[in-house]
Structure formats: C-alpha cells, structure tokens
C-alpha cells in the first residue's frame, strides 16, 4: 500500500506538472509571444521592410552594429506623414540597446530634407517576433503619443 501511495503521488506529480506545462507555454507573457525560436538579438543587423498603416508608406530600415554593441539605423519611407506628406526625408539613430528580444532608442530622429534643419524626435521600440519579423513602435518624444507602429520583415542580413 505504502509503494502504491508513492507511485501514485509521482504520477499525479508528474500529470500536474505535464498538464500545467500547455498552459504556461501559453501564458501570455508579452516577452514570450513576441519573441520567437531562432530570433537572437544579433539577428537585427540587416535591411527590414514594411508598409506603414498610418498613411500606406513603404518604410525601409538598415540596422547595423556599432563599435560600443549600440545598434544604428538609417531608413526612410515613401511617405512621411510628419515633414507634411512629402517623400523626402530620412531616419536615423545610433544609440539603439538591446535586451533580450526587443531594443529601444530615445533618439529616433525624422530629417525633414525639403525643410532644412526641420527635425521630429521620435521615441523606438522594436520587439521581435521571429527572426525574419519585429514589430517597430515609434512614439512622439514630445507628447509620447503613438505615431505608428509597422511590422518589418527582413530582407537581407
């Protein structure tokens, strides 16, 4: 009876744990449900492609890995709502960290070409969601209202 106890208890134990297993692997943990197998912080590096749902542009990022580990970009769009519409303008920041499966800079900056010297400092966040995909949030630094938010997919490395 004794030996029929312990085999029972480590049968429900080990039951308990496989069947919590299904729902912990589910949980909705905004760390785990972007971040995918195979996605490393590393992968970053490259040229990344999306159509922006704000106004339809095609929004073209390279990242690249700086000397210090800091990531930089440099990108621009079709259509760039913030410098009035216009297509001429670019992107760039060079103080992206990462940590973990997302990166973050406080200094994405819009270059408004046909306006010299006009600028819109933007907050970043990009989260990965494979290795081929993240989803990029850019925020207004000055009101820290969301501007837009696209999925990138990689196209080279």
């Given at each position: 009876?004794?030996?029929?106890?312990?085999?029972?208890?480590?049968?429900?134990?080990?039951?308990?744990?496989?069947?919590?297993?299904?729902?912990?692997?589910?949980?909705?943990?905004?760390?785990?449900?972007?971040?995918?197998?195979?996605?490393?912080?590393?992968?970053?590096?490259g040229r990344w492609e999306g159509t922006d749902p704000l106004d339809g542009g095609q929004a073209t990022r390279t990242f690249t890995r700086n000397?210090?580990?800091?990531?930089?970009?440099?990108?621009?769009?079709?259509?760039?709502?913030?410098?009035?519409?216009?297509?001429?303008?670019?992107?760039?920041?060079?103080?992206?960290?990462?940590?973990?499966?997302?990166?973050?800079?406080?200094?994405?900056?819009?270059?408004?070409?046909?306006?010299?010297?006009?600028?819109?400092?933007?907050?970043?966040?990009?989260?990965?969601?494979?290795?081929?995909?993240?989803?990029?949030?850019?925020?207004?630094?000055?009101?820290?209202?969301?501007?837009?938010?696209?999925?990138?997919?990689?196209m080279s490395r």
């Amino acid at each position: 009876m004794k030996n029929l106890l312990v085999i029972s208890a480590a049968l429900v134990s080990t039951l308990g744990v496989v069947s919590i297993a299904p729902a912990l692997a589910n949980a909705d943990d905004s760390e785990s449900k972007h971040a995918a197998a195979g996605s490393r912080p590393g992968d970053i590096a490259g040229r990344w492609e999306g159509t922006d749902p704000l106004d339809g542009g095609q929004a073209t990022r390279t990242f690249t890995r700086n000397d210090d580990g800091k990531i930089s970009l440099i990108g621009g769009d079709t259509h760039i709502t913030l410098c009035g519409g216009g297509d001429d303008g670019t992107y760039s920041f060079s103080d992206g960290v990462v940590r973990g499966h997302k990166m973050a800079s406080d200094n994405f900056i819009v270059q408004c070409l046909p306006q010299p010297g006009a600028s819109v400092r933007l907050l970043a966040r990009y989260k990965m969601i494979s290795s081929d995909q993240m989803v990029e949030t850019l925020t207004r630094a000055d009101t820290n209202v969301e501007v837009t938010e696209v999925i990138l997919t990689k196209m080279s490395r």
